[in-house]
């Protein structure tokens, strides 16, 4: 038996044109894409920003949400973010909460405003990961607002580029750029700064959701768990004080009497830290150990044995009171300022 089939007639030439229907370019990027690495990157899967706290949300430091007055040294302020003293750092920053941008987007920023002539005072985030961007295309994006053209500078210890960015005339403005680095180099660092043109008194520049991603699309900006993001800043810094918890008695740690005068206090890092910390502490006087019903005041404090994961604090109470083989605490000496802090910057 024979079957027929009939099939109605196509034509060729509309097929072929729909073949060369336009496509976004994004979708162009995607098609032009040499591996399915480079196709994950653009789609921005996974964890893109190399950037930490980008959006401003925490800032262990203080309550900056007043203006402050910029200092003569390189000085943290929010998480992962310092000023350093170029020439002159005559300006003020403000932390502001909750700002809406142009797409609706509710988020912090960072503003800095000159009040000299020229101030140039650079806010630099340190990269840890700075092998990531090795021979490879990456993107800076942020959101920013300002009255007059600044730069920013990509600079790695061999290899360096300046960006002009113009001014705002005082509107949200959306930044991205695309770029490869010549050489790798030691370090990765990105700072926004005035060091060709002057930033004249009231001249200011605002910023918002600050990215770095590998690839040659900008993605929107990565916000992650509020847990995860702190526990990233805190690889780097973090506090114990008494002013969070309105506590005239906040207890910092346990401690191991050691001798009348010797104890030590044992602290557990959140999280596993860049490096083996610096300690930061309130007048010592602010601090006494409780042990035995008996208490004695502070007068000395130091790390005494310390790693990235735990560090043991030196203790000296030079009244005496304490009792060997004793246990204790470290209290807060009747003091809600009194605060600890372990510093692993880079």
Same mark, same amino acid.
Request: glycine fraction near 6%; hydrophobic fraction near 35%; include cysteine.
């Given at each position: 038996?024979?079957?027929?089939?009939?099939? %109605?007639?196509?034509?060729?030439?509309?097929?072929?044109?729909?073949?060369?229907?336009?496509?976004?370019?994004?979708?162009? =990027?995607? /098609?032009?894409?040499?591996?399915?690495?480079?196709?994950?990157? *653009?789609?921005?899967?996974?964890?893109?920003?190399?950037?930490?706290?980008?959006?401003?949300?925490?800032? #262990?430091?203080?309550?900056?949400? =007043? +203006?402050?007055? *910029?200092?003569?040294?390189?000085?943290?302020?929010?998480?992962?973010?310092?000023?350093?003293?170029?020439?002159?750092?005559?300006? +003020?920053?403000?932390?502001?909460?909750?700002?809406?941008?142009?797409?609706?987007?509710?988020?912090?920023?960072? /503003?800095?405003?000159? +009040?000299?002539?020229?101030?140039?005072?650079?806010?630099?985030?340190?990269?840890?990961?700075?092998? &990531?961007? @090795?021979?490879?295309?990456?993107?800076?994006?942020?959101?920013?607002? $300002?009255? !007059?053209?600044?730069?920013?500078?990509? @600079?790695?210890?061999?290899? #360096?580029?300046?960006?002009?960015?113009?001014?705002?005339?005082?509107?949200?403005?959306? @930044?991205?750029?695309?770029?490869?680095?010549?050489?790798?180099?030691?370090?990765?660092?990105?700072?926004?700064?005035?060091?060709?043109?002057?930033?004249?008194?009231?001249?200011? /520049?605002?910023?918002?959701?600050?990215?770095?991603?590998?690839? !040659?699309? &900008?993605?929107?900006?990565?916000?992650?768990?509020?847990?995860?993001?702190?526990? *990233?800043?805190?690889?780097?810094?973090?506090?114990?004080?008494? &002013?969070?918890?309105?506590?005239?008695?906040?207890?910092?740690?346990?401690?191991?009497?050691?001798?009348?005068?010797?104890?030590?206090?044992?602290?557990?890092?959140?999280?596993?830290?860049?490096?083996?910390?610096? /300690?930061?502490?309130?007048?010592? %006087?602010?601090?006494?150990?409780? %042990?035995?019903?008996?208490?004695?005041?502070?007068?000395?404090?130091?790390?005494? #044995?310390?790693?990235?994961? %735990?560090?043991?604090?030196?203790?000296?109470? $030079?009244?005496?009171?304490?009792?060997?083989?004793?246990?204790?605490? *470290?209290?807060?000496?009747?003091?809600?300022?009194?605060?600890?802090?372990?510093? &692993?910057?880079?």
């Amino acid at each position: 038996m024979t079957i027929k089939i009939s099939k %109605s007639e196509v034509n060729l030439r509309e097929k072929i044109g729909e073949l060369d229907k336009p496509s976004s370019v994004a979708g162009e =990027s995607m /098609l032009r894409a040499n591996t399915t690495q480079e196709q994950f990157n *653009l789609i921005g899967a996974g964890r893109r920003n190399l950037i930490i706290n980008g959006d401003f949300r925490f800032s #262990q430091r203080g309550d900056y949400t =007043s +203006t402050t007055t *910029l200092t003569n040294s390189a000085t943290y302020y929010l998480d992962r973010w310092k000023f350093y003293t170029f020439v002159n750092t005559s300006g +003020t920053f403000q932390h502001k909460l909750d700002q809406t941008l142009p797409d609706g987007t509710v988020t912090n920023t960072h /503003l800095h405003t000159s +009040t000299s002539s020229d101030m140039n005072a650079p806010l630099v985030q340190m990269i840890e990961d700075h092998k &990531a961007v @090795w021979d490879k295309y990456f993107t800076v994006s942020f959101w920013y607002k $300002s009255n !007059k053209e600044t730069y920013y500078n990509i @600079w790695n210890g061999t290899s #360096q580029v300046h960006f002009l960015v113009p001014s705002s005339s005082g509107q949200w403005e959306k @930044w991205e750029k695309t770029y490869k680095l010549k050489e790798n180099g030691a370090y990765f660092r990105l700072e926004f700064y005035s060091h060709i043109v002057n930033m004249t008194s009231g001249s200011y /520049l605002e910023l918002a959701q600050v990215q770095i991603e590998l690839g !040659k699309v &900008a993605t929107p900006f990565e916000h992650r768990l509020y847990g995860e993001e702190l526990a *990233l800043c805190q690889r780097y810094y973090y506090k114990i004080n008494s &002013a969070e918890n309105n506590a005239n008695y906040q207890r910092f740690a346990m401690v191991n009497i050691e001798t009348s005068t010797q104890a030590e206090a044992l602290f557990i890092h959140p999280v596993t830290m860049r490096a083996i910390p610096t /300690l930061e502490t309130t007048a010592v %006087s602010g601090f006494h150990i409780f %042990s035995a019903n008996a208490i004695s005041v502070v007068s000395g404090m130091a790390i005494d #044995q310390a790693s990235p994961y %735990s560090v043991g604090v030196a203790l000296t109470a $030079s009244g005496g009171g304490l009792t060997a083989g004793y246990v204790g605490l *470290l209290d807060a000496n009747n003091n809600k300022t009194a605060q600890i802090a372990f510093d &692993a910057e880079l």
